[in-house]
């Protein structure tokens, strides 16, 4: 908003802190004038069903991270996915994505996996211990994109070995929920890790992938920029990202 010369309020609601239900808090939202939201764990799959979703990738991916309320009703969009892909691209280039495991298939792992397929991966190995949300979303990944070879199973360290890319779409490793979802063995011979959590940025996860040789792509990336898209949405003007990144930096965590 500064760089903009926007004027920009941007709250933090979380519906048990404030004793509502999902449902409850997203009413308010419409009722109170705001003119979006960000939606974020546990709740990207559940405003699927508040809100249209135009973009048929979106829809097939199941989960909804960016809200407008128009007059027409919500419209929801999925910046995880684009956020995702941006954020390999700027750490990749055009570097074919190769045999990717993917631990979590929630909602952000539902915009990891097709963002994975819309990069050309190879292989994508599904891994959850809930075996049938797994084997939903390669249901899905075949429906639209039936040419790409989808598995499923439940032990992340099988998975990871012999991949060239390890992803982290679970809240292992966040502050809170310490560990890292695959063993530190399974990593060797990866090209390439991406991790989700960015609270902290340095995962256990990321210094497994790290110390096996493989290069590392932040949760801070992604974080950075689904909310760069985010505010497309939003506000449509031009940002200086490169100015944005060191204003980031630069804010102290309690105004962040």
Request: aromatic share 8%; charged share 15%.
């Amino acid at each position: 908003g500064r760089q903009t010369g926007v004027s920009v309020s941007y709250d933090r609601l979380v519906p048990p802190q404030m004793g509502q239900g999902f449902d409850a808090v997203f009413d308010g939202c419409v009722r109170g004038g705001f003119d979006g939201i960000n939606v974020t764990y546990p709740y990207k799959e559940q405003v699927v069903r508040r809100v249209a979703v135009n973009d048929p990738l979106v829809r097939a991916i199941g989960a909804v991270n960016t809200v407008l309320f128009r007059p027409g009703g919500p419209q929801g969009f999925n910046t995880d996915y684009t956020g995702f892909v941006a954020a390999y691209r700027a750490a990749r280039g055009q570097a074919a994505p190769g045999i990717c495991c993917l631990v979590g298939t929630g909602g952000v792992g539902r915009a990891l996996a097709f963002a994975l397929v819309a990069l050309g991966a190879e292989e994508i190995r599904l891994v959850d211990l809930d075996a049938a949300r797994a084997e939903a979303l390669a249901a899905d990944i075949h429906a639209e994109a039936g040419s790409v070879r989808v598995v499923t199973l439940t032990d992340a360290g099988a998975a990871a070995r012999g991949a060239a890319g390890v992803l982290n779409g679970t809240p292992v490793g966040m502050v809170g929920t310490p560990g890292s979802p695959v063993p530190a063995g399974a990593l060797v011979g990866a090209e390439w890790a991406f991790d989700a959590v960015y609270t902290p940025v340095e995962t256990g996860f990321l210094g497994d992938a790290q110390a096996a040789g493989a290069a590392i792509i932040s949760g801070y990336e992604l974080f950075f920029y689904q909310g760069v898209h985010a505010w497309d949405h939003f506000a449509g003007l031009p940002l200086d990202r490169d100015a944005l990144r060191a204003a980031l930096l630069a804010t102290p965590e309690e105004e962040g």
